[in-house]
């Protein structure tokens, strides 16, 4: 039984019990918001246990990691580093983007490596297999999509990014009138050749039947992959967007009608003034199903500075809906990621995710931040470095003042310390 008829049913699972205990609420109000669709628990069947989470309404809002080789880059090492430096800066789960050489070994490696849940993308493997095998990309077959689908869910995948909210309707206003950065989605523009090469509908939009049974059968959430979003700000909430929401609202029904947990991946590069409304749309149109966002990006000129970008727009997205945010290295439109590019990109986004769990009134939130600014005060700083977003960052900064009673910022004369005096709590 999956977690969602699980629920349905009345049952509480080990995972629901685990996500309940992580957040500090109900394991009813867990139970519930899964049999609603507004809460998902990614973990496949298949896969050993793990650090479930919890993604959806009322919860904290969640961190995802990108990783994966390439054809320019595939160091198993390498990737490995990256996998134990991301889960120790405090991501809660990864995506495994690989698109060269060893797919199937990476994937291994991730799924043995960390203990929180792990998504894929079956469109890339079958893209990237349709090259060897029959020379293009074009040339992929339906069944290749369904093969990497079943592949990667056999092999304990919890989460799979599929691009099954594209067809030929969503792709009229492109056609029509074109957008400034058109199709920025890898599997997007994987999936848009294909259907235009050939001349047939997406078969993960045709065939979604045939999918959602697959998925039901390993329990793996779908993350519906925004194939059509906005790769520059000028293109925000243009009309092909809105198009491929309003399939995903439609996918989201059939997806719980089936006994599938299911979530929304969205933008992308989101000017400040439209995300909000972004949020508002989604949460409207797919009823509340969790949404995922990369980024949001505020701006399209801060190459090298990405990070930062995506957490000005990632806090405003959770301020105002967004239960997902998928980390933005620096090294976005530059280069694949170092791995300091890595833990950079996981402290950015949990910074925007924390401020807008205070924003939306999260009590562990509210609370950790209450317990920093009075450990400040009484100049405790094994505490602030254990309350800090990055303990190894803090402590470098912070180990030189244990033991003595003032900061090298104001020497004796600290503000916190002589108003403390005063109001007779030092």
Known sequence: MTQVLAARAGQVTPEMEA??????IEVEIIRAGVAAGTIVIP??????????CGIGQGLRI????LIGTSSDRDDLEMEKRK????????CDTFMDLSTGGDIDGMRQLTLSTVSVPVGGVPVYQAGIEAIEKRGSI???QADDIFAAVEKQAAAGIDFMAIHSALNFDVLKPLQARGRVADIVSRGGAFLTGWMLHNQKENPLYEQFDRLLAMLREYDVTLSLGDAIRPGAVADSLDEAQLRGLAVAGELVGRA??????VMVEGPGHVPMHHVESTMVLQKRLCNDAPYFVLGTLATDVAPGYDHITSAIGGALAGAAGVDFICYVTP???????????????VIAARIAAHAADIANG??????????????????????QISLSVDPEKSRQALAGEKGGNHCAVCGPDCAAQVAAKYFGIA
């Open 43 to 52: 973990k496949n069947k298949k896969r050993k246990p793990i650090n479930p």
């Open 83 to 90: 996998l134990l430096i991301a889960q120790n800066a405090g």
């Open 62 to 65: 969640k961190v995802n990691a």
């Open 256 to 261: 719980r009608e089936a006994g599938v947990q």
């Open 19 to 24: 996500v309940a205990a992580q957040e500090n």
């Open 362 to 383: 999260n009590k562990q939130a509210l609370e950790r931040d209450l317990q920093m600014a009075k450990a400040r005060v009484a100049l405790d700083v094994d505490k």
């Open 331 to 345: 090294a976005e439109h530059l280069g694949l990621p170092t791995e300091e590019d890595v833990k950079e990109g």
């Open 138 to 140: 074009v040339a992929m």
